[in-house]
């Protein structure tokens, strides 16, 4: 679970003689200072540590900030330690104007950014990430390329002040507190700020990851991948000798409020639309009897260095357990889902296979999705192979398979071609209005009879097996309510199924991993999404027991078999399924006798050399 950090941002009704003149007046009156603070709920910039510096938001170790609130429209002028309420469409200058103005600069105490849903109409577009994310990691040269023309990269940079987003009610009284200030014709304003974020603050020295993971105050990011097969693969016969179709998606994202980090069309739409095809194919009978073996794999920890997909060919090589029954060398194709929520207009629903390059393998994967989109014909739906004056695949865990073996096949769908369609890229206005659910079913349909057609190595478009493969609509927008709304968000009923959430509004940040990877985790240490996922997939790729059904509380006693729904009424049931977790977390790192180590860069690992090694500050890790 990630550990929470709480985030109190206080306001206090008073005057200055109580807020400068020492806090011991306050003490002595207790009563009063009650009635005078009121809690503002808001979501914080957090600290990020790497191998060489840190990023994000911190208090500058004095303790609390207490500060007026100032607009920034109107603070043309800063003479005093500031807490300044600022627009999202006033982000761009706010930054400019702290990178160009010391004076400015040294008086910010603190942002408070406001939040409004009228708002994402006033801007073309935001996103803090930078214009070709996670850049040293493409396999390719082209590195001034720019995937997010949007992008201002400010959520990668380190600012020595606390940042909030407010929620929608604490905008309200924030803006309400500045005008009070600005008509106030006193010397000095009444409604002043006080941040209490001592939790975030790093301790002097600390300044990265080697250092604090030695001093164990802080953890690696990282989680749990799931993967599965479909049909189960039979370990125990050892047999599996087929080619092997790998269809791909993520399921983690990032923001510059780490809580809001929906990433509902990056990458959440593609996590869906795999979902959903692994659902219309589990419904096709007889797959067991086709040529090559589909394997599934959602993975986490991939917006900061590709952690899951790394980790992923990393154990592949180790032959480890957490990926038992797979082998690398197998593995024909890869089929990623990106973003693909957009990819909708004018009733049409377009999306670009990008590749890249040309083989005789990749043109197969690309014959098989034109295959498919001919089939749905009725639907409108194009695809087109993305643009020849691309540099390469954009980011993508792709990219992470190209680094291990640059002769892969693989192709990435996405509903863009040579720049982002998302102009919220990594900010937490990707959300549920930011993409359509239309779109969605189209790219799982296309991806579902596309995955179809490569396992069967059959092209026969008059096949009824194929056209029997249709998506369920009501299950893409339920899993759209489920993952990127507050209501019924984690607690809709699909999820609820299978697991007992620990939140009801759902978040895709990463998270840190807790405790020692493995790949039976003891479930408190997985997150919520990771946890349904895994029963999801197990449940929807299983076959039924021989011997009818079996109730478990963790497991089971076949190697075939695996005990889901086991948390959410307390007794599981033993299906057989291959649906496993690998531990994501960067393969520079190494567990050891319960601390972690960071291991010097092999040269056999090029992604492992550039990798940052992000580590988030804990105060102290509670177990479950
Ligand atoms: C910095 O400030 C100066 C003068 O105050 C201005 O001319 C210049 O354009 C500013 N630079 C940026 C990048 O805004
Ligand atoms: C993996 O597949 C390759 C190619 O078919 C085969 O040579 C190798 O023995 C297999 N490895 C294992 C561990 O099964
Ligand atoms: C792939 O297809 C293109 C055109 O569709 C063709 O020109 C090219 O030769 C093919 N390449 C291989 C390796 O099959
Ligand atoms: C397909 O798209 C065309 C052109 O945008 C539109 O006129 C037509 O109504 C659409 N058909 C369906 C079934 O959505
Ligand atoms: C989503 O698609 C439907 C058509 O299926 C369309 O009517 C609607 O306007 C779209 N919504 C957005 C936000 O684009
Ligand atoms: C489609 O999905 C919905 C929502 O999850 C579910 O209630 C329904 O039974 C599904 N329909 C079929 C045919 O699987
Ligand atoms: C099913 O039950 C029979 C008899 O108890 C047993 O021999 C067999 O191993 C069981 N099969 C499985 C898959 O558990
Ligand atoms: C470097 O990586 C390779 C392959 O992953 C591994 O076999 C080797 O032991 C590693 N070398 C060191 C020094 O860790
Ligand atoms: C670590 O973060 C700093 C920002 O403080 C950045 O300049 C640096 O490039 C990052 N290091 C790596 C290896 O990415």
């Known amino acids: 679970m990630a550990v929470k950090f709480i985030c109190l941002l206080l306001l206090i009704n008073l005057h200055l003689r109580l807020s400068f003149a020492g806090s011991n007046s306050m003490e002595s009156v ?31 170790g004095r303790g609390k900030v207490v500060a007026p609130i100032v607009r920034f429209g109107s603070a043309a002028v800063l003479s005093d330690l500031s807490a300044i309420l600022v627009s999202l469409h006033e982000f761009p200058n706010f930054f400019t104007r702290l990178s160009n103005d010391s004076t400015f600069a040294s008086n910010v105490g603190g942002l408070l950014v406001e939040s409004g849903s009228g708002l994402r109409n006033k801007l073309k577009g935001f996103s803090p990430e930078q214009r070709f994310p996670q850049v040293e990691f493409a396999p390719y040269h082209s590195t001034g390329y720019e995937w997010n023309p949007i992008g201002s990269g400010v959520m990668w940079k380190s600012y020595n002040f606390p940042i909030f987003l407010l929620s929608d009610s604490s905008t309200k009284t924030l803006q309400e507190a500045a005008t009070k200030n600005e008509k106030s014709k006193k010397a000095y304003p009444a409604e002043v700020a006080e941040f209490d974020v001592v939790m975030q603050t790093v301790k002097a020295g600390t300044h990265d990851s080697e250092s604090c993971l030695q001093e164990e105050t802080c953890l690696p990011l990282g989680g749990y991948s799931v993967w599965s097969s479909l049909p ?92 038992g029954g797979l082998n690398n060398s197998l593995i024909e194709t890869v089929i990623e889902i990106g973003s693909v929520g957009k990819g909708f207009n004018e009733g049409v629903k377009n999306f670009y296979a990008h590749t890249a390059r040309v083989s005789s393998a990749t043109n197969e994967t690309l014959v098989a999705l034109k295959h498919a989109q001919k089939s749905l014909r ?23 398979f190209l680094r291990k073996n640059s002769l892969i096949s693989g192709v990435v769908l996405e509903d863009f071609d040579t720049a982002f369609s998302n102009n ?25 009879r596309t995955l179809y057609i490569l396992t069967s190595d059959k092209a026969d478009l008059s096949s009824s097996a194929i056209t029997s493969i249709n998506v369920n609509v009501s299950l893409v927008e339920e899993l759209m309510r489920c993952l990127l709304d507050c209501e019924p968000g984690l607690s809709c009923e699909l999820v609820k199924n ?15 991993i ?52 086991a948390e959410s009424d307390g007794k599981g049931v033993c299906v057989i399924s291959t649906t496993r977790y690998v531990p994501a977390y960067s393969t520079r790192l190494k567990f050891e006798s319960g601390i972690w180590n960071v291991l010097p860069s092999n040269s056999s690992d090029t992604m492992g050399a550039v990798d940052p090694v992000w ?7 509670q177990l479950a």
């Open 30 to 60: 207790p009563d009063l200072q009650k009635s005078m603070y009121k809690v503002v709920d808001g979501y914080p910039c957090v600290r990020l540590l790497n191998l060489s510096g840190i990023i994000g938001c911190s208090n500058p």
């Open 378 to 400: 009725s639907d409108n739906i194009t695809i087109s192979s993305a643009s020849a004056s691309n540099p390469g695949i954009p980011p993508s865990s792709l990219m992470t």
């Open 498 to 512: 299978y697991i007992t959430p620990t939140s009801t509004c759902p978040t895709h940040y990463v998270g840190v």
């Open 232 to 323: 189960p693969i039979k370990i125990s016969s050892l047999d599996q000798s087929k080619p092997v179709i790998l269809a791909a998606a993520s399921m983690d994202s990032a923001s510059f409020f780490r809580d809001k980090s929906l990433g509902a069309d990056s990458p959440i739409s593609g996590l869906i639309a795999l979902l959903a095809a692994v659902d219309a194919l589990s419904q096709v009978d007889g797959l067991g009897n086709l040529n090559k073996q589909l394997v599934f794999a959602v993975f986490t920890g991939e917006a900061w260095g590709y952690l899951g997909s790394r980790r992923f060919l990393y154990e592949l090589d180790m032959r480890s357990d957490a990926v």
């Open 514 to 565: 807790l405790g020692e990877p493995s790949f039976k985790p003891y479930p408190g240490y997985v997150n919520d999404v990771p946890r349904f996922l895994w029963n999801f997939l197990a449940d929807r790729t299983s076959i039924p027991r021989e011997n009818g059904s079996s109730v478990c509380q963790q497991e089971c006693a076949s190697k075939d078999e695996v005990c889901i729904k």
């Open 424 to 448: 919220f890229y990594h900010s937490h206005l990707d959300d549920l209005s930011n993409v359509n659910s239309t779109a969605i079913v189209a790219a799982a349909s296309l991806v579902a």
């Open 615 to 621: 580590t988030e500050k804990q105060l102290g890790i």
